[in-house]
């Protein structure tokens, strides 16, 4: 069985950081590639970073030079540094691997509320 755990989230001040983390199981972690995307209020479920199997990583741009994701084989974790975070960055964040489209095979995510 496919588990995915996220966890880093918080409330946080405009202009700080979080780091989120994900353990995922039940798969083959260090050959696939992994999503995390966000949910945000009113919107559906949008991309915010991939990283390949291969270490490749690749940022929707509005995180672009703020948000840094990556990954420990060793510890089945991905990552995604969190820097400079804005307003527009609160939502609920999950990780997600490539295996199922639409981002269909993620964890139960991890809120993120920006506020001063």
């Known amino acids: 069985e496919v588990q995915l755990v996220e966890s880093g989230g918080g409330l946080v001040q405009p202009g700080g950081s979080l780091r989120l983390s994900c353990v995922a199981s039940g798969f083959s972690f260090s050959s696939v590639g992994m999503y995390w995307v966000r949910q945000v209020a009113g919107k559906g479920l949008e991309w915010v970073a991939y990283?390949?199997?291969?270490?490749?990583?690749f940022y929707e741009d509005i995180v672009k030079g703020r948000f840094t994701i990556s990954r420990d084989n060793a510890k089945n974790t991905v990552y995604l540094q969190m820097n400079n975070i804005k307003p527009e960055d609160t939502g609920r964040y999950y990780c997600a691997t490539a295996r199922v489209r639409n981002y269909g095979e993620r964890g139960q995510g991890t809120q993120v509320t920006v506020s001063s």
């Open positions: 990283i390949n199997d291969g270490n490749y990583s």
